[in-house]
């Protein structure tokens, strides 16, 4: 199948970060959300990231120019009519991605394949809302999009080979590595990345060590690029309380419990550098 329009539904973080590697490979780009200062602040993440790769001499003035040109934005699901593809990159909530896939499948074309860049979120089920399983699949890229290079791609029960092998070559072209996992809590990424993060909250809930501490140990000691606790407050740690409850209901097994410090700061609004205020203070 040939794509050529690529839809994204959620211009934050990932959502920008997707609409920028895309369109930098050369596909048509609506970035959607619901108002139109998100929509604005993801674009203008994707011209400041496209500024420093002028400056570095990576593209010219003109090929950002031209990128920035095949970005749409957009804030009427609507638009979705035109797509190719869509990518889902709206917040990790099984009610609200599934609403978002209903409405989806109304309006995107017949051929169009539906993927969600969840980070745990059951595959099979947000397909079950649709009309088109096996046009749904999980296409998950990594915290900050244009840097890393892989992109867990998960099969739900209906997900048709030719839906997978077309996610993949596009993976391909947006010079990224596809991984394909099975539909499990967490795929593999966050099923080993965040109870690392939970166990590392836990040593610092505990009295082991301080932030700092806890954080040099893994980058000095295991050569993390970042420690654990500035990767929580990196990935948010809404995020990553939401991950860790879907790990323990899908598993039943203690050592996925939540530490009750990550559901303390989450309850405060602490919630990473978004929020300015996580393990560390942010200006
Ligand atoms: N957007 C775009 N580019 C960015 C960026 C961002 N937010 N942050 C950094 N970069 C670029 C910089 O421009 C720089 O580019 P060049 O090498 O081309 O000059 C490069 O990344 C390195 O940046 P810095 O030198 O400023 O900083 P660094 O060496 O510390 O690297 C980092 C920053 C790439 C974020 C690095 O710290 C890192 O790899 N951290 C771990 C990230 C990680 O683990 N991500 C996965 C999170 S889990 C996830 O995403 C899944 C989930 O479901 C929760």
New binding site residues.
Partial sequence: MEIQNVFVVGAGQMGS?IAQVCAQAGYQVFLNDLQTDIVDKGLSVIEK?LD?QVQ?E?ITENEKYNIIGRITTSTDVKDAEKADVVIEAAIENMEVKTRIFETLDKHAPAHAILASNT??LPITEIAAATKRPGKVIGM?????????QLVEIIRGLATEDEVYQSIESMTKSLKKVPVAVNDFPGFV??RV?MPMINEAIYTLYEGVATEEAIDEVMKLGMN???GPLT?AD??GLD??LY?METLHEGFGDDKYRPCPLLRKYVKAGWLGKKAGRGFYKYE
């Fill in positions: 970060g990231n420093r570095k990576r980070s745990s998950h890229f990594m915290n900050p999009v244009p840097v890393m990424s966050n990345l993390h690029p970042m990767l990196f990935i995020t990553c991950i």
